[in-house]
């Protein structure tokens, strides 16, 4: 799994691929974490190069949205794979956060 | 690691219990399909090694410690095998001091030994492993037909080695004496005891040296992937349990050493035996585990493993949600509780442990049996990890239904059986609406919950049930088209047809299909279900199941499967026989 990071004014986007899984999971979360510890409160996660996700994968995410859930905070996800977001779906997380085709609708939502 | 009464350590020399004078070098290996554990035993007049394994490794360390032992007091070196397959005697065959013909006294019973002289495929499993076997030479026959004519009559046997013996065919008798049997004297030391034992294949045999049972396979003749083999019998096995149970319940016996994992004082194996013969009643009419059912149980087990990762990870999400939203709730100890019902580590662990596997094995091109047995491991560990029950409490009751027949139906088929089917005449629209009813409504309405408000614990187990249950089809419309007032009758499985349009429904979800059309209709002799959806535009296309796991449960549950796919639907076609 790769990560790289874009800042986008006050919004952070986290570049994800590969595969979410229990030896990478710990990484994400770390990468995540260091941008919540930088004060960064607006995080969207693009999906667009994760062909998997596993349970560890869903733990980091539902962490996070712990971690972002006070006014003025922001995480989402988008430009996630047919497979991957049906996994979300059907755990229940598109309640949890909010899930955009793309990055552009995603950042213009915001 | 240090052992207690009824233990032996493994890679020391220790006294062999009941076996004055006789000593015992347990290796005991991990349990796998690859290669037994050993047993070496000496004696003043002789080094007997009971299983050297399949792998080289291994014989060439066994092959050391007989060296370093002869080198102390030179003795002749015999090789007792348990029975001829290949995963307890394989790894002899490249290496020298095993493999010069007439140093070391090969020792299997009639059936094994002409087996072996012949470099047979089939009672060596060394087709199912997609290996070979060089044909070897076995210098002692046990059990034959000759000495069987003869009881109680002492024969001398002399081998190229120099090696003496005595064996003597003993007379039928009672319990474990109804076994078949012989005892080999090696000079002055303890006597061998040899039982025939078949079933596990025809030329099992348990040994007895002192108060220790040496038993081969028999304690896993029964298990899914074992069961079935390629001179596997019911019949000879049930009977073998029998005396073997005798064998193991005499007082002179206290420990019992299998072929695969760890040591078994005699009253555990006593119990084990019980269980293994009630498996092994249970096993009528079983199909022959060959290369070609090990290939198809392999393909069933990928398809079926991406199927039960999918669906414990959706579980083990959608058991995070719940917990998520119970501490949102302020419901601490109920949030933690939720969370820890499945372990998503344990989960995670076990998929991608078989994800690495499947990898490597198709990367190395090995048997397809071996995928097979790690699926059967796998899944035997998953249906230990959750709690069913707990579960369908609290999330959606589909999923760990379904999540429970995959691991059945496979460990059914890796049995030898074909997961069972009820193909009978049903109405295909009733089954279908009151499916998407079922996916469409909560599954505890209001008035469960309304109903009780002054009872703390139930209220709470209704609230997770109505969080954890969140239906499938919530967002989106479906519309189920017929004609009115008519049934569908076709010959299906019900459960399984219900199992196969819930995954179809699931990847039309996944897909974010806003809108799904179920439509019934009849052609010719057929009813036939067509379940589409829309796709959104510029949608990424799904990874689609339908190459060979969906067509297969549709099958299974009587019909035939086509799917279309144009970039602005998804139809699934079900055809199924019309009942008249």
């Not at chain 2, 003597?168 to 078949?180: P, Q």
Request: aromatic fraction near 6%; include cysteine.
């Amino acid at each position: 799994m790769d990560i790289t990071t874009a800042d986008h004014e006050e919004k952070t986007v986290l570049f994800i691929t590969g595969r979410i899984d229990t030896s990478t999971a710990p990484d994400l979360e770390q990468a995540i974490n260091r941008q919540i510890d930088g004060q960064k409160r607006c995080i969207l996660l693009d999906f667009s190069g994760v062909t998997y996700i596993s349970s560890g994968g869903l733990r980091v995410l539902l962490a996070t949205a712990k971690k972002l859930k006070n006014p003025g905070d922001k995480f989402a996800l988008c430009s996630l794979s047919p497979e991957v977001l049906k996994i979300l779906k059907l755990a229940g997380f598109t309640s949890i956060f909010s899930i955009y085709p793309s990055e552009g609708e995603a950042l213009a939502g915001w | 690691m240090p052992a207690g009464n009824d233990q032996l350590t493994s890679l020391a020399w220790q006294p062999l219990p009941g076996a004055d004078g006789a000593e015992i070098y347990p290796l005991i290996r991990k349990l796998d399909t690859i290669s037994s554990n050993s047993y070496l035993i000496a004696t003043c007049d002789a080094l007997i090694l009971i299983d050297p394994g399949g792998l080289p490794e291994q014989a060439e360390a066994l092959a050391q410690v007989i060296g370093t032992c002869r080198e102390e007091h030179d003795r002749p070196v015999f090789v007792f095998l348990t029975h001829a397959h290949i995963d307890h005697f394989l790894g002899v065959q490249p290496v020298p001091a095993f493999a010069h013909s007439g140093a070391v006294i090969f020792a299997v019973q009639e059936c094994g030994a002409l087996s072996l002289e012949k470099g047979d495929s089939s009672i060596t499993q060394a087709g199912l492993f997609s290996t070979e076997v060089s044909p070897m030479k076995v210098a002692l026959h046990l059990l034959t037909p000759e000495r069987s004519a003869c009881p109680n009559t002492p024969c001398q046997l002399a081998f190229s080695n120099s090696a003496e013996i005595t064996i003597t065919r003993d007379s039928a008798g009672e319990g474990s004496e109804s076994l078949d049997r012989e005892t080999i004297r090696f000079g002055n030391g303890p006597p061998l005891e040899v039982y025939h034992t078949p079933g596990h294949s025809p030329d099992s045999i348990c040994l007895k040296m002192g108060s220790v049972v040496f038993c081969g396979d028999i304690l896993f003749a029964a298990s899914p992937g074992i069961a079935g083999i390629a001179g596997w019998s019911q019949d000879d096995l049930i009977r073998s349990l029998t005396g073997f149970e005798d064998l193991v319940a005499q007082g002179t016996t206290t420990m019992v050493c299998p072929g695969h994992g760890r040591i078994i004082p005699a009253a555990n194996a006593s119990r084990m035996i019980t269980a293994v013969r009630t498996e092994t009643v249970a096993l009528e009419n079983i199909a022959e585990l060959n290369s070609t059912r090990a290939a198809m149980a392999a393909a069933y087990a990928e398809d079926c493993m991406e199927q039960i990762n999918e669906l414990f990870t959706i579980m083990a999400g959608r058991l995070y949600y719940v917990s998520w939203v119970a501490d949102e709730l302020g419901e601490t100890d109920l949030a933690e509780k939720t969370a820890d019902i499945i372990s998503g580590q344990t989960i995670d662990g076990l998929m991608e442990a078989f994800q690495a596997f499947s990898k490597e094995h198709h990367t190395s091109g090995e048997s397809s049996i071996l995928l097979a047995l790690k699926a059967g491991q796998v899944i035997a560990k998953l249906r230990q990890s959750f709690d069913q029950d707990r579960l369908a409490q609290i999330i959606d009751p589909g999923f760990v239904q379904r999540a429970g027949r995959l691991l059945s139906d496979y460990i059914t088929l890796l049995r030898g059986f074909t997961p069972p089917t009820d193909v009978v005449a049903r109405d295909i629209r009733v089954l279908t609406e009151t499916l998407v009813t079922g996916l469409s409504v909560s599954a505890c309405p209001d008035a469960d919950l309304l109903s009780c408000d002054d009872d703390d614990e139930a209220f709470a187990s209704i609230l997770l049930a109505r969080i954890g249950g969140r239906p499938l089809l919530e967002d989106v419309a479906v519309s189920v088209r017929a004609e009115e007032d008519r049934e569908y009758l076709g010959y299906i499985d019900a459960d399984t047809l219900c199992d196969l349009l819930t995954y179809i429904l699931e990847d039309l979800t996944g897909s974010n299909a806003s809108r799904i059309t179920i439509e019934l209709g009849q052609k010719e002799r057929d009813v036939v279900l067509s379940v589409c959806g829309d796709i959104p535009p510029g949608s990424r296309p799904l990874q689609l199941k339908t190459k060979r796991f969906l067509p297969a449960l549709c099958e299974r549950a009587g019909g035939r499967l086509h799917v279309q796919k144009s970039e602005q639907a998804l139809r699934f076609e079900i055809r199924v026989d019309a009942a008249a």
